[in-house]
């Protein structure tokens, strides 16, 4: 069975990624995606109050569930578009793991601190200064497929790139990169924030 293609759409709390993902299921059409999303799983959980290091235990835990989803739906033959946060290193160190790199597009959904702000409060559905908090962090490792602004397109425009691009992803893929780095070498992400990319234009919960 060919394992399915998986487009893996990384940025901060209101960066766009939901918003991409959703015009890519309208306009991806030469097969079936799946739009999975690590809010939705986090929204799956028992709404019963946990204290810090349980929340803490079970937040991790939800993510390690969902990068494995993400494998067993790709590895059915199921195509997919990913929305997450990787505001920790170690939630793309897994992702390495248990990903094939190969089937992977890695986008990096990129806006200004600024927006982000502006957005997150017309918004109020998240802690105040979360995209913030996240901002230095998602994009520390340094090295994308492709790179989106969404202060300068619009999520419709953001998926039509990653549509075109999405036939000529590179080989080696920033995944076998990030792989080879990260994990046979036994580094870790680099910490300078700036993607090595093709490019088109603390301590609250993190619930990304």
């Known amino acids: 069975m060919t394992s399915g293609r ?15 993902a ?4 309208d306009i991806l059409d030469d097969g079936v995606f799946f739009h999975l999303a690590v809010d ?9 109050e946990l204290g810090a290091a349980e929340l803490d235990a079970a937040l991790r835990r939800t993510r390690m569930g969902f990068h494995r989803s993400i494998a067993a739906m790709a590895e059915a033959g199921n195509d997919v578009v990913v929305d997450h946060v990787l505001s920790e290193p170690w939630r793309l160190l897994d992702c390495l793991t248990v990903l094939r790199p190969e089937d992977v597009l890695f986008v990096g959904v990129r806006c200004p601190r600024e927006e982000l702000t502006r957005r997150e409060s017309a918004r109020g559905d998240r802690p105040p200064g979360l995209a913030a908090h996240q901002y230095d962090l998602v994009h520390r490792h340094g090295d994308y497929d492709l790179e989106c602004d969404t202060s300068t397109a619009s999520p419709r425009e953001c998926a039509e790139q990653i549509k075109e691009f999405l036939p000529r992803r590179p ?3 920033a995944f076998t990169r990030l792989r080879r780095r ?5 580094g870790q992400p680099p910490n300078d924030g700036r993607p090595h990319s093709v490019s088109t234009a603390g301590a609250r919960p993190d619930p990304g």
């Open 182 to 186: 990260c994990l046979t070498d036994g």
């Open 40 to 48: 939705a799983f986090n929204a799956m959980r028992s709404k019963r």
């Open 6 to 20: 998986i487009i893996f759409l990384n940025g901060t709390s209101s960066s766009g990624k939901s918003s991409i």
């Open 171 to 173: 080989s080696p893929t």
């Open 22 to 25: 959703r015009e890519l299921l």
